[in-house]
């Protein structure tokens, strides 16, 4: 194995799975201070995320969410573009995905219901991503700032749409009223039992194939299409973007949309897939999580997959933790979380030097790549 | 016998893999002018900021002055003797003179003070050098040549003994390098020693004393520069034998394929940068572009490639027209046959984070030969590149490496296999041979002579002037981007270069104030050889 290989081993495995654990360390050293037995806590996540099949379930419907997430910071961060508003860009998809549903007949069929609510998610994220992105391309506002307060906008703009347009009549909640059962994404303890096995209900559904279908297109788009080449060599130079004929304006554009309508179909596991309604605050949480998931995934889908399952695990077994034992309040997954997007994140490369020093030493015999 | 000002003994530096030193010894003498010449990447730069305690050397023994000393940082060898001029210079902008002389050794808790004794010791070595330079001038109102001096001053009035100049020419005019030459005669005068770091012959044969020759990290030749010759020199730093002269036969000069009528183009902030520009550029032919760099040279080749919009005019090329209402983009001027091979190839030329054969796709990604509907195809991809390596020699021939990770030279193979092997009928190209080693420059200077005999139209910038001048068959001259000179490349000679890059051909008047100051200082400094 030469050096190179090592180097990228090293950055693409060895690294994050150092920084997970250190992340653990450190949140073992936390439950101490609060007089939480680390190992039986550790037990209690792990049982309650992949012990039993409801367990399993959660944690990979929540898995779900940070995949689309992961996915949509990963396109936007590929055109050097940081997409902050996928909180935003998540809960306006799910305006429309329940506006597709609730407008169509509810006597039609579930091949009419999943793909409307699916375009109806993706171009309502999209379109909440494109006002950022034009401003971004044409007036050179900055789309870290716009982004965030897209955001805001998206929260009160729901709460309005929800207390007074899309509220069901005679209810107090600020909710819509039950999706029509066709309009259902199938829960996969459903559709398993349809083939005859019988598995324990969870709010798994099938969004999640939905998410590893993205992640494959999200793969090919980016690495092995003309679009693709495009966006990346936009983010890693504009200025030789510029000279081969690349027009960044119509980047920051393209890669916005993509990034919003991929955070948009978190609603499509959420409402459709689970809450069959339109409910306040379905996405919180799950936009900012991409942020860390895209990072700890090295903005790849594979990674993203892997960093998302991890964020899923944290979620399921964090509130099993919450839930049974005293002392540990649901809190606790915010702080697991906060410490594995510092290690994972803020210091990702704290181990790099020392690894590469002891695992791949410079060969001094002069091992080198550019001959002149 | 004069004393060693400097002596380095059995210097080792690595990087990574890299071995930049390897037991280089030098020894320089008290009050001489030492050249250090090698090709890029030679180790030369290495060496000397292990001098001046940017790096320290694996192994080795420093001597400065008569005494050993290892540097851990640059003001160790500052308070050693050693004062150095980068080729990038190291000044404020907004400051001025004064303030720059004096930033780092303030002297006190108030500026007044430091301020005046800064200024009666500038005035002093000013006088005692020949270094005249108004003190309360800012720095971005002087020209680069009195930016340079000040820098000198700068190392002076710290107490510099020793002064490593690295590249200073490469900003200057001829007249301006002339000038700072002469500043070195007063410098040596007053006994102190200059170490000259560059890779142009010329200016070694003409004012060292002792010459030294690096090739891929170790010294390969001493020489006293009177017994050697530029052939010489050439050869030991390339290790074989190169043709300085390029080998080409009369021009078969045909029909223009450019017309360029009254170029203006303003930059983002207004500034115009091309002004009123006009010329033809025909099939068969080189048209050279000389300036000192900075004089709308840069925007002239963007304006061309459709990269930067222009404000007025016209541009024709190969029959389509472009001006400020209808502009063309890079994209439809590469299918239309015009390539460009940009100044600078990591900001422009290719994505370092990029491999090779992504590198080589630039401008060319939506071509349907690479295609295959939505896919764009590895293999192909990787076979493009591959063929391309293969033409021009590029090593090592993996596509698969990171473009950050070959040489300069082979970066540069690279674009120009990429822009010139879809046989364009206009070739753009700026800087070809900057940053790339003697044995890379003869055959960049082959092809681009094989292009224009094979009846294709090549526009060359460069800041080299050699390069201009052999190359070219026609020159024009850009100064604060107005054409301020056409010349036959027959009929062109360094001297009238410098003076229309000076745009000083003209009447007196025409001048700008830097330029007479140049010469007020310049015959004080004269004097000063004189008298001394």
């Known amino acids: ?63 779900t969410n940070f995949i689309f997430t992961g996915l949509a910071v990963a396109v936007a961060f590929h055109a050097g573009l ?34 409307a609510s699916i375009i109806g998610a993706l171009v309502f994220g999209a379109l909440w991503a494109l006002i950022p992105a034009y401003l971004q391309a044409y007036r050179g506002s900055h789309i870290v700032i716009t982004t965030i307060m897209f955001n805001f906008l ?45 598995i324990e209900a969870s709010p798994l559904n099938l969004s999640v194939l939905l998410a590893l279908l993205c992640s494959v297109l999200v793969w090919f788009f980016l690495w092995h299409t003309r679009w693709g080449y495009a966006i990346r060599a936009t983010g890693k130079n504009s200025t030789a973007a510029v000279y081969g004929g690349i027009k960044p304006k119509r980047i920051i554009i393209v890669a916005m949309c993509i990034s919003g309508a991929l955070a948009g179909l978190v609603s499509v596991n959420e409402l459709v897939g689970y809450q069959h309604r339109l409910i306040m605050d379905f996405h919180l949480g799950y936009g900012f999580g991409g942020i860390a998931v895209a990072l700890m995934g090295r903005n790849h889908p594979l990674g993203i997959i892997v960093a998302a399952l991890l964020f899923g695990t944290l979620y399921q077994g964090g509130a099993e933790l919450a839930f049974e034992m005293s002392g540990i309040s649901r809190d606790i997954v915010v702080v697991m979380q906060g410490l594995v997007i510092l290690f994972c994140g803020a210091l990702e490369y704290m181990y790099r030097p020392w690894l590469v020093r002891n695992l791949a030493p410079v060969n001094t015999q002069g091992e080198l790549g550019a001959t002149p | 016998m004069k004393n060693l000002a400097i002596e380095l003994t059995g210097i080792d530096k690595h990087f990574g893999a890299v071995r930049a030193n390897h037991k280089v010894c030098l020894q320089v003498k008290q009050g001489n002018i030492h050249g250090i010449i090698g090709e890029n990447g030679a180790g ?20 400065v002055l008569g005494n050993t000393y290892s540097f851990t940082d ?53 006088d005692e050098y020949g270094l005249k330079v108004d003190l309360d001038a800012t720095i971005d109102t002087l020209s680069v040549g009195l930016q340079q001096r000040v820098e000198i001053l700068k190392a ?110 303003a930059d983002k902030q207004g500034v115009e940068r091309l002004k009123d520009v006009s010329f033809e550029l025909r099939a068969g032919e080189v048209l050279g572009v000389a300036g000192v760099s900075g004089n709308g040279q840069s925007e002239l080749l963007e304006a061309l490639a459709g990269i930067h919009p222009i404000s007025s005019g016209s541009i024709e090329m190969l029959g389509v027209e472009m001006n400020a209402k209808s502009a063309l983009g890079p994209d439809i001027l590469r299918d239309m046959g015009v390539a460009h091979v940009p100044e600078d190839r990591h900001r422009m030329g290719l994505i370092t984070d990029f491999s090779a054969s992504e590198s080589a796709l630039l401008g060319y990604h939506t071509d349907p030969k690479i295609n295959s509907g939505l896919w764009l195809s590895k293999d192909k991809v990787d076979a493009n590149c591959q063929q391309l390596m293969q ?142």
């Open chain 1, 154 to 198: 998206a929260a009160s703009m729901m709460v309005y749409m929800m207390v007074h347009v899309l509220r069901e009549t005679g209810q107090m909640t600020p909710q819509s009223e039950l999706f029509p059962t066709n309009a259902w994404m199938p829960f996969v303890h459903d559709v398993m039992a349809g083939f005859g096995y019988t």
């Open chain 2, 74 to 126: 640059s003001h160790q060898a500052i308070a050693a003797g050693i004062g150095m001029v980068h080729q990038h210079f190291m000044l404020v902008e907004n400051f001025t003179v004064l303030e720059n002389v004096i930033l780092g050794s303030e002297g006190g808790l108030l500026l007044a003070n430091g301020l005046a004794a800064a200024r009666k010791e500038l005035t002093r070595l000013g």
């Open chain 1, 1 to 63: 194995m030469n050096r190179d290989t090592r180097i990228a081993w090293i950055n693409g495995l060895l690294l994050p799975f150092l920084n997970v654990l250190t992340a653990f360390v450190a949140t073992a050293v936390v439950f101490l201070l609060i007089d939480v037995n680390p190992i039986e806590a550790a037990e209690v996540l792990l049982y309650g995320s992949f012990g039993y099949e409801e367990g399993i379930g959660y944690t990979i419907y929540y898995t």
């Open chain 2, 156 to 265: 002076l009035y710290k107490g510099a003994k020793i002064l490593i100049l690295d590249e200073p020419t490469g900003v200057l005019t001829p007249q301006e390098a002339e000038e700072l030459f002469r500043i070195f005669g007063a410098l040596k005068q007053q006994g102190v020693t200059i170490m000259l770091i560059t890779h142009k012959l010329r200016e070694i044969m003409a004012i060292t004393d002792q010459v030294s020759v690096m090739r891929a990290g170790e010294m390969v030749a001493h020489r006293d520069t009177k017994d050697t010759n530029r052939e010489e020199l050439a050869e030991l730093m390339v290790g074989r034998k190169v043709l300085l002269q390029v080998d080409k036969g009369p021009a078969n000069v045909r029909a223009p394929l450019m017309t360029v009528k009254h170029l203006t183009m």
């Open chain 2, 391 to 532: 033409a021009f020699d590029v090593r090592p021939a993996d596509p698969h490496l990171k473009s950050a990770n070959f040489s300069g030279g082979n970066q540069q193979k690279l674009i120009l296999a990429r822009e010139m092997e879809r046989n364009p009928e206009i070739l753009l190209i700026g800087q070809p041979t900057r940053g790339v080693d003697i044995g890379a420059i003869e055959f960049i200077h082959q092809r681009i002579i094989a292009m224009r005999d094979a009846g294709k139209a090549v526009l060359l910038v460069s800041v080299e002037l050699d390069e201009i001048m052999s190359i070219s068959d026609r020159i024009i001259v850009l100064c604060d981007g107005e054409v301020t000179g056409r010349i036959s490349a027959e009929s062109a000679d360094e001297r009238t270069l410098g003076m229309m890059m000076a745009n000083a051909l003209d009447s007196q008047d025409s001048l700008d104030p830097f330029h007479s100051m140049d010469k007020e200082s310049s015959t004080q400094a004269t004097s000063q050889d004189l008298s001394a």
């Open chain 1, 82 to 115: 940081f997409n902050i508003g996928g909180e935003g860009q998540a809960y306006v998809g799910g305006l429309g995905a329940g506006l597709a549903i609730l407008f169509l007949d509810p006597t039609l069929g579930a091949w009419v219901f999943i793909p």
């Open chain 2, 44 to 63: 030369k730069s290495t060496l000397m900021s292990i001098l001046y305690g940017f790096y320290q050397a694996d192994a080795g023994k420093i001597d």
